[in-house]
């Protein structure tokens, strides 16, 4: 069996992704999309819930993509300060990762802190998900700027990636 390439990918998915803000309505599917949260974070779970509260509350932001009506990826970011802005969740279903979903999670967010005046982007990564992940983010303008060991207990690293908008 040849394995598909991504870029053959991407055009089925396309006509059925759709972007939008997170409703109350998702919080079950968001926590379904979100099953490993407490294999990488301890109380990964009740950080879900506050942070779905925080968003609920307009003291946090969340996109959805929907793929044929299904969450299907998810970007949730906080302020911090005036023009700095961390992302604390960005994740696609990996059965349809290099579909797109990621870059129009993030191009809606790009969107939104431009219109804010934010400067800064920062996000976390747990250090066994770089490979996930790093791509993404570099070929987006994120550099790694920081190396946090043992931040969640032993041997529960984490990466930071910076951006700064220009």
Known sequence: MSKIQPSHRVEPYRREISIRNYHADDRSGVFRLLTFLP?????GFDWLER??????????YCSVALVSQRIAGILIDTPKGAR?????????KQTICRAGIGTLLFETGMKR????GTDN???TVASIRKRDIETF????GFTESAYL???YGTDRHELVYSLKLG
Not at 39 to 43: A, D, F
Not at 84 to 92: A, D, E, G
Not at 113 to 116: C, E, F, G, K, N
Not at 137 to 140: G, T, Y
């Open 137 to 140: 983010l570099q070929s987006n």
């Open 149 to 151: 060991r043992d931040h």
């Open 39 to 43: 294999n990488l974070y301890p109380r």
């Open 113 to 116: 802190w431009r219109a804010q």
């Open 84 to 92: 700095t802005s961390k992302i604390s969740t960005l994740f696609v």
């Open 51 to 60: 942070r779905l509260t925080d968003v609920e509350a307009q003291k946090a």
């Open 121 to 123: 982007i920062y996000i």
